[in-house]
T-cell receptor
Framework: QKEVEQDPGPLSVPEGAIVSLNCTYSNSAFQYFMWYRQYSRKGPELLMYTYSSGNKEDGRFTAQVDKSSKYISLFIRDSQPSDSATYLCAMSALNTGNQFYFGTGTSLTVIP | NAGVTQTPKFQVLKTGQSMTLQCAQDMNHEYMSWYRQDPGMGLRLIHYSVGAGITDQGEVPNGYNVSRSTTEDFPLRLLSAAPSQTSVYFC????????????FGPGTRLTVT
């Protein structure tokens, strides 16, 4: 079983839609939860970071962590064509030496 | 700041050849790492370093060597290339091992025939 599972999509939505991206995980020790955005043929860049459970909002982006269900989400409001990218979730824990475990990524296309 | 730079951008190797993928960062980061990204597999950690002179293995280290003689540079060596090493390779750095933000380079696309 993979440490982190992520639906690869692809996901295609019209401009202005609300997008929901999700990951599940198996290691209950994960404490740090990140979302990276990766444009085509580029390296990933950090989008949002959450420690432990709860919500975090940054502009049009909201990250949610539900540790009881081992489930994390990224919501994008008022999606824009510039949001078209692959979104990777990543997690780490102190007892794994803070090694990052990445999901496979979800490909998102926002259609104008 | 250039951030994290990687060379070359593209490389084609024949089976059995060796090569070195270069990675450099100018942010004075302690922690540097190498990942490979394959379709359906996500990013997997190959090797990492917590400082000059200190390296350790990640999830998929076989067939790769690393060294870290300076804070800035972290080259990845393929000893005897195999088709299974066809992948996109990313170098990343962060302030320390406990930092949640890693800065990634633009990647090297490697094909082994």
């Amino acid at each position: 079983q993979k440490e982190v599972e992520q639906d690869p999509g692809p996901l295609s939505v019209p401009e202005g839609a609300i997008v929901s991206l999700n990951c599940t995980y198996s290691n209950s020790a994960f404490q740090y939860f990140m979302w990276y955005r990766q444009y085509s043929r580029k390296g990933p860049e950090l989008l949002m970071y959450t420690y432990s459970s709860g919500n975090k909002e940054d502009g049009r982006f909201t990250a949610q962590v539900d540790k009881s269900s081992k489930y994390i989400s990224l919501f994008i409001r008022d999606s824009q064509p510039s949001d078209s990218a692959t979104y990777l979730c990543a997690m780490s824990a102190l007892n794994t030496g803070n090694q990052f475990y990445f999901g496979t990524g979800t490909s998102l296309t926002v259609i104008p | 700041n250039a951030g994290v730079t990687q060379t070359p951008k593209f490389q084609v190797l024949k089976t059995g050849q060796s090569m070195t993928l270069q990675c450099a960062q100018d942010m004075n980061h302690e922690y540097m790492s190498w990942y490979r990204q394959d379709p359906g597999m996500g990013l997997r950690l190959i090797h990492y370093s917590v400082g000059a002179g200190i390296t350790d293995q990640g999830e998929v280290p076989n067939g790769y060597n690393v060294s870290r003689s300076t804070t800035e540079d972290f080259p990845l060596r393929l000893l005897s290339a195999a088709p299974s090493q066809t992948s996109v390779y990313f170098c990343a750095s962060s302030l320390s091992r406990s930092s949640y933000e890693q800065y990634f380079g633009p990647g090297t696309r490697l094909t082994v025939t």
